[in-house]
T-cell receptor
């Protein structure tokens, strides 16, 4: 157990509404990541953070924004949810100098 | 572009058999890490094993071992004495950016262990 929680674990929302997913860690790790998982694609990186207020884009960042105001929390926001953002979202953490990433339990988001 | 390819969408073996899952990748880096993750029906992503490219010795973790062929850019996972609990999706992963460790995942192999 890497001390990572995600909330909510399941969410159903309507097209056009804003949605925020939260990743919380208790390990004080520097790096945090958001991935999405879709059938046939494995996991794909949305955004990552390398410190408080330091973030960068991943390969599928369009339509998503992130914020990290505290070491322990990394928020993923869908400003206006679309059906193509229906997916399972995973948060991951990594300590500096270590290469393994450890994942949270995931959030299943359905946009109707 | 750095890519990861798993060519076996599904595999099925009997309990106690040995099974090998394939993974190939493409990179111009000379030093990097490679990972195998397991995703059981619970959906949790679990790190199975990692390999450091500069080490010629293949990594081993109990019943799990890798066959790392750097020149061929191949990184296969061998599961010995397979158990019912090994039933899961298995993903090979490779960092696109060695500093930030932005992982690129293969499409996954669904492994079923039959009793």
């Amino acid at each position: 157990d890497a001390g990572i929680t995600q909330s909510p674990r399941h969410k159903v929302t309507e097209t056009g509404t804003p949605v925020t997913l939260r990743c919380h860690q208790t390990e004080n790790h520097r790096y945090m990541y958001w991935y999405r998982q879709d059938p046939g694609h494995g996991l794909r990186l949305i955004h990552y953070s390398y410190g408080v207020k330091d973030t960068d884009k991943g390969e599928v960042s369009d339509g998503y924004s992130v914020s990290r105001s505290k070491t322990e929390d990394f928020l993923l926001t869908l400003e206006s949810a679309t059906s193509s953002q229906t997916s399972v979202y995973f948060c991951a953490i990594r300590e500096g100098g270590v290469y393994e990433q450890y994942f949270g339990p995931g959030t299943r988001l359905t946009v109707t | 572009a750095q890519t990861v390819t798993q060519s076996q969408p599904e595999m099925s073996v009997q309990e106690a058999e040995t099974v090998t899952l394939s993974c190939t990748y493409d990179t111009s880096e000379s030093n990097y890490y490679l990972f195998w993750y397991k995703q059981p029906p619970s959906r949790q992503m679990i790190l199975v094993i990692r390999q450091e490219a500069y080490k010629q010795q293949n990594a081993t973790e109990n019943r799990f071992s890798v066959n790392f062929q750097k020149a061929a850019k191949s990184f296969s996972l061998k599961i010995s004495d397979s158990q019912l609990g090994d039933t899961a999706m298995y993903f090979c992963a490779f960092p696109r950016d060695q500093g930030a460790q932005k992982l690129v995942f293969g499409q996954g192999t669904r492994l079923t262990i039959n009793p």
